[in-house]
């Protein structure tokens, strides 16, 4: 029951810190509050028994993304702006569209007929020697590619963030 | 009689699905709601999350690394669309002296 | 004998291409001799086999290759030599040749003389797979084939519009013609499963007479052979074809393209004999059409048109021959003509020729004494169509009139008064431009010369055969073998054994009547025209009745508004409402709603992000909804 427990806690915690990173007038809070939010999702997959992507979560969201993401803002210095001002009448929809959303979501995922197979606390598949494995057999191909993305991707950033001469 | 006990037991995957949605929705919110480009960079991100989430409980549900394997893959994928992201809202913000994304009207008719 | 056959085609194809691709390098005097090389080879080899078909009396089959086949549907590219392929061949070759020779002094002068000679080639060309042809099929393509070449010498002298407008009017007269021969050929296959000629007339010999089938197919033949022989109704082509050069005229308008429509029907005379419906459309038809035909070309004053008009009333006259199911006279006949014929228009161009290309015949007059040879050539060819004995027009028009008497007294005494109308029109124009004294405001550009040697011996053939070619078959009273119905007795065997001998043979008196009456009636229209048209100062204006036969019946002008008109308005309608209005505005309609909606759908591209994430995300949404929902 414990497991029961987490969960709660961790989901709760989780929305309540990703609705603080739409309520925060500052972008730096909303920075913070989702980093809470991804360290609460990284203990969601341990309960999943996922250890290794509770691990590159938290090294790849928590550890190079939010920290990009702070750096962004305050190397544009853009926390004193704060907040756009935004109108009512936008607000009001996005509302509606995210609540339609969440229903159909759920309508949408209730209508497939859900089988539980393994048991998530006893499954093995999660662990960093199993998905290693597979991840060096099966997908070694997408994982050499994904570095030369990556590269792609550094080389893009340089080129986009370096100054014009002109 | 063990696996019984343990099935009461294991959250339902219902559960999952409800969590991840209301999570996805507030993403989408965001997105909606927010004119700072940063914000609604990271209310994708948001929606990307959940979607992993999602996917790595399914595939944990169904005893399947190749959910978790795709979770991995996502996350390499956002790591450079966020560096790339970012740099671009970095020249946006040079070019337009804001990340107003309401300022972004110049692509029109 | 199958190579000389091939070879037939082999020379004025060669001829046509060498002289037509050659021709803007090709020396102008060279190019006349070289057509007129291929034509003489085939002249040679025809009366080889010629002779050889006399002699064998056999029917020679030369199979070239499968054309058409698949299924059950094989049609092969194949010639049949018989007696009366070999006969025409005589008559495109022999006449062909003759007035090739004529055409290298005619044309002397003119500039794109090796144009001309490469389009004559390609017409023998044609003409002999159309005679040659042993299946309706090939016979069309020969068809098609010589009415290219028509318009293409019609419309010769392109630069004039209106020698543009006559080739169109050709083309387009004998499309009509055309398409009832295409029908005829389509029923033809559809009901005996072959288009071979011989194959045919074999299967069709078993029907009965009067059968729907036949009739049907035999009048759209009919229709195929009245476009091209220029028969009522769809004649007023043939007067307008002499924009042509002369001796383009004298070959196709007048001796061989022209009788193509008699030698398809004497062709077919096995379908034709078998319904009597169509034997007796085409006999009233020719009829008409002759009689028609003599009455126009009285009052016309072109001396080319004269010819043309008496060349329809002549080939009216062979459609009655053959409507009286005298097939081998119809064949006699159209030998003769050609010669005959062929003589007068050279004759006539000859006449041309020496007056520097002046036509019209009210300026001409006394020329007997200037242009002597020609007056005689020209004197053989009138006397010869005339019909005045012992030259070749008397013997086969003879026969033809006995048919027409077989027949039936009143039929008879028609067809007599139809052949008298060509003595009043021929000597009016024998006394009119070589008798009567010139008038006062004839000036030629040139001093009046006799033609060159090179045109005046072709004519002197024509006018020796036009002379004694009658004497093959000399009329039943004198001589007991009939030459030419035996040669071609095997062709119409079949046919006319089909229908009933006429239970009565003409009595010796009749015959003798048929034989003198004519030739007085001949003499006394011959003075009268010598005082009509010689002694009359000038040639009044037609008045009344006059009038309505110088201006051709109206037929270009009925014709003009009975068809020309009504489709001139249907098309200016259809132009209007159909495609400017209906067409137009239904193309435009796409094109300016694509606009107009560009237009209006272009405020949606507001440049907003927030917008159009609202939009994906209520789309995605939309999307999902339905997803649950089906």
């Known amino acids: ?36 939010t991804f360290f609460t999702l990284a203990g969601h997959y341990i309960l999943l028994n996922a250890q290794f992507l509770a691990v590159v979560h938290i090294i790849v969201y928590a550890g190079a993304i939010m920290v990009l993401f702070l750096f962004t803002v305050m190397l544009l210095n853009l926390n004193i702006e704060g907040e756009f001002p935004k109108s009512t009448l936008m607000k009001f929809v996005s509302a509606i569209a995210g609540g339609m959303i969440f229903l159909v979501l759920i309508g949408t995922l209730k ?31 997408p994982f050499e590619l994904s570095s030369i993305l990556f590269l792609s991707a550094m080389v893009g950033a340089v080129m986009l963030g370096k100054k014009d001469k002109n | 009689m063990g696996s019984a006990i343990t099935q ?44 992993n989430l999602l996917l790595a409980a399914f595939s944990a549900y169904r005893n399947d690394p190749a959910g978790q394997i795709f979770v991995f893959f996502i996350m390499v994928v956002a790591a450079a669309e966020v560096a790339i992201g970012l740099a671009l809202l970095v020249v946006v913000y040079r070019s337009t002296h804001s990340i107003d994304i309401y300022k972004l009207d110049r692509l029109k008719w | 004998m199958q190579l000389i056959s091939i070879l037939l085609l082999v020379f004025p194809l060669l001829g046509f291409l060498t002289i037509g691709l050659l021709q803007k390098q090709m020396n102008r005097n060279l190019s006349g001799i070289l057509a007129s090389v291929a034509i003489f080879i085939n002249f040679c080899l025809s009366a080889f ?254 001396i080319k048109k004269i010819l043309a008009y008496s060349t329809v009333s002549q080939l009216g006259f062979l459609f009655m021959a053959l409507g009286l199911g005298s097939f081998s006279g119809a064949m006699f006949h159209l030998t003769t003509h050609a010669f005959f014929k062929a003589l007068l228009f050279l004759a006539a ?100 010369h006799e033609s060159p040697k090179v045109m005046l011996y072709p004519m002197a053939v024509l006018a020796i055969l036009s002379t004694l070619a009658g004497f093959v078959q000399l009329p039943k009273l004198f001589s007991e073998t009939q030459g030419f119905d035996n040669y071609l007795a095997p062709i119409f065997a079949t046919a006319n054994g089909l229908v009933a001998a006429p239970e009565h043979g003409l009595s010796v008196q009749t015959e003798w009547l048929i034989f003198i009456l004519p030739l007085c009636v001949i003499a006394l229209l011959v003075f009268y025209s010598y005082q009509r048209f010689v002694n009359a100062k000038e040639l009044t204006p037609a008045t009344g009745i006059e009038k309505v036969l110088a201006d051709k019946f109206y037929f270009d002008e009925i014709y003009d508004f009975l068809f020309v008109k009504p489709i001139g308005f249907l098309s ?8 400017q209005t209906i067409i137009n505005g239904f193309v435009n309609a796409i094109g300016n709603g694509t606009l107009f909606a560009g237009k209006r759908l272009r405020r949606l591209q507001t440049g907003n992000v927030g917008f159009y994430l609202v939009i994906m995300v209520f789309s995605v949404i939309a999307i999902l909804f339905f997803n649950i929902i089906l």
Not at chain 1, 18 to 25: I, N, P
Not at chain 3, 572 to 579: I, N
């Open chain 3, 49 to 302: 086999l010629f002779g050889y078909v006399i002699s064998s009396n056999q029917v020679l089959e030369v199979p070239l290759f499968d054309w058409i086949k698949f299924a059950d549907i094989s049609i092969p590219f194949a010639l049949t030599i018989d007696r009366l392929s070999a006969l025409m061949l005589m008559i495109v070759n022999g006449v062909g040749l003759l007035i090739h020779i004529y055409s290298i002094g005619y044309m002397k002068e003119d500039e794109s003389v090796n144009r001309f000679f490469a389009y004559l080639n390609l017409f023998i060309f044609f003409m002999l797979i159309l005679v040659l042809g042993s299946d309706y099929l090939m016979l069309f393509i020969g068809w098609e084939g010589v009415g290219l070449s028509s318009y293409l010498l019609i419309g010769f002298w392109f630069k004039d519009h209106a020698n543009n407008n006559a080739a169109k009017k050709a083309f387009i007269m004998n499309r009509i013609g055309d398409l009832g021969f295409l029908l005829g050929i389509f029923i033809l296959f559809s009901t005996f499963k072959t288009l071979s000629i011989i194959d045919i007339a074999d299967k069709a010999s078993m029907m009965h007479s009067g059968d729907m089938t036949l009739t049907i197919v035999t009048l759209c033949l009919f229709v195929g052979a009245m476009g091209k022989s220029a028969q009522i109704p769809l004649f007023t082509w043939l007067p307008d074809a002499m924009a042509g050069p002369t001796p383009v005229s004298a070959l196709i308008h007048a001796a061989t393209m022209v009788t193509a429509g008699i030698y398809l029907i004497a062709r077919s005379s096995v379908l034709f004999v078998l319904s009597p419906l169509t034997m007796n459309v085409i006999l009233v038809v020719g009829a008409v059409t002759a009689l028609v035909g003599g009455l126009i070309a009285i009052y016309q004053n072109d």
């Open chain 2, 8 to 51: 009461f037991q294991i959250i339902p995957l219902q559960y999952y699905i409800l969590f991840c949605s209301a999570l996805f929705s507030i993403g989408v919110i965001g997105v909606l709601a927010k004119r700072n480009a940063l914000v609604i960079f990271m209310s994708v991100e948001l929606m990307l999350n959940s979607a």
């Open chain 3, 349 to 448: 161009g000859s006449v041309i020729h020496a007056l520097s290309g002046e036509q019209d015949i009210r300026k001409m007059g006394g020329l007997r004494s200037k242009i002597p040879f020609t007056f005689a050539l020209f004197i053989v060819g009138t006397i010869a169509i005339s019909g005045i004995p012992p030259f070749a027009g008397f013997f086969s028009k003879e026969v033809i009139l006995t048919a027409a008497f077989e027949h039936g007294t009143a039929m008879g005494v028609f067809a007599t008064c139809i052949s008298l109308l060509t003595t009043i029109y021929m000597f009016r124009l024998l006394f009119v431009v070589f008798f009567k004294p010139a008038g006062k405001d004839f000036k030629p550009a040139h001093s009046v």
């Open chain 3, 572 to 579: 200016d309608f259809f132009r209007q409402a159909v495609d």
């Open chain 1, 111 to 141: 209508s497939f007929e859900v089988t539980t197979i393994g048991n998530p606390e006893l499954t093995q598949i999660g662990l960093v020697k199993n998905l290693g494995k597979i991840l060096y057999s099966d997908y070694i191909l």
């Open chain 1, 1 to 36: 029951m414990l497991s029961h427990y987490l969960f709660f806690f961790l989901s709760a915690v989780a929305l309540i810190s990703a609705m603080m990173v739409l309520l925060s007038k500052k972008p730096i809070h909303s920075v913070l509050y989702l980093t809470l």
